[in-house]
């Protein structure tokens, strides 16, 4: 059984899978599935799974600049004052992750709550 965490960090990889994406948009979108299935995640566990991701390989941080052409990976997770000006994206590990079966997925293939889904244990 999935935990509270396990969610969470799903719906970090949904966020980042399709582009890069700073932690503020990380955050919308992880309310806004969160609010759907009512969850809520603070900011700090949000920034903790984003923290876990890269430590598994399955997300990269970037710095993203107009003079960074290509966009400059970072190898370590940036402290809580610099995260605001790092991108994430998922790695193919992780698009292979969050693509595989996952029966905890409160959502059905139209994206709609699943009648038998049950929120995770903490």
């Known amino acids: 059984m999935a935990t509270r965490f396990d969610l969470l960090s799903r719906f970090v990889l949904d966020a980042i899978c399709d582009d890069y994406e700073n ?6 979108h992880v309310g806004g599935l969160g ?3 009512g969850l ?3 900011s700090g566990e949000i ?3 984003l923290g876990d991701l890269m430590d598994r390989g ?3 941080g970037f710095l993203l600049t107009p003079t960074s052409k290509p966009p400059k990976k970072v190898d370590r997770f940036p402290g809580e004052k610099e995260i605001g000006k790092y991108y ?3 790695t193919q590990r992780g698009m292979d992750l969050q693509l595989a079966p996952y029966d905890e997925w409160p959502f059905d293939d139209e994206t709609v709550l699943r ?3 049950c929120a995770p244990a903490e």
């Open 23 to 28: 932690l503020a948009e990380v955050s919308k």
């Open 40 to 42: 809520t995640f603070e």
């Open 47 to 49: 920034i903790r799974a």
């Open 88 to 90: 994430f994206l998922v």
């Open 35 to 37: 609010q759907r299935c």
């Open 58 to 60: 399955l997300a990269r």
């Open 115 to 117: 009648r038998d889904w």
